[in-house]
């Protein structure tokens, strides 16, 4: 019988898979000067785009230069996520930008697919920010790579 996925952010992945969420992460960071975090919790208290919001802000991730920090949030007890692009994006995109990305990861994750729904949809939050954020040669590392994960 199939294992059921835990709920807990901290076992939701597997180390591999966490290696593989990072590994994409760096791999995306080397087409744009955007820079993309995921954040893991159980479950959100408010609206979950408020609450992505709340975590953009806690991570500080509003001070990137050109403000094109991307914030995947991802509450592990319902798999409710949203992408949360900065100002400098919102700017320079179109609505809706992310719309194909969310439509692709809820795709997989419909398929139990998690850590495959959100590798991909780093690599095309990337691929997307690619035109409007060169990757430049001075880049910096300017947020972590690393995943965050937020107890309750
Ligand atoms: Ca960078
Ligand atoms: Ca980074």
Redesign the pocket.
Known sequence: MEQKRSKNPHKFFSGAEKQNIIAAIKAA?KQ????IRLHLEKRSRKPVFDRAVAVFKKLGMGR?ALKNGVLIYLATSNQEFVILGDQGINEAVPENFWNDVAGRMSQLFKEDKFCDGVCEGITMIGEKLESHFP??AD?????SNEISIHDK
Do not use: F, N, P, V
């Not at 744009?32 to 820079?35: I, L, N």
């Not at 880049?139 to 947020?143: A, G, H, I, S």
């Open positions: 960071e744009t000067s955007g820079e990137t990757y430049l880049d910096k590392d300017e947020l």
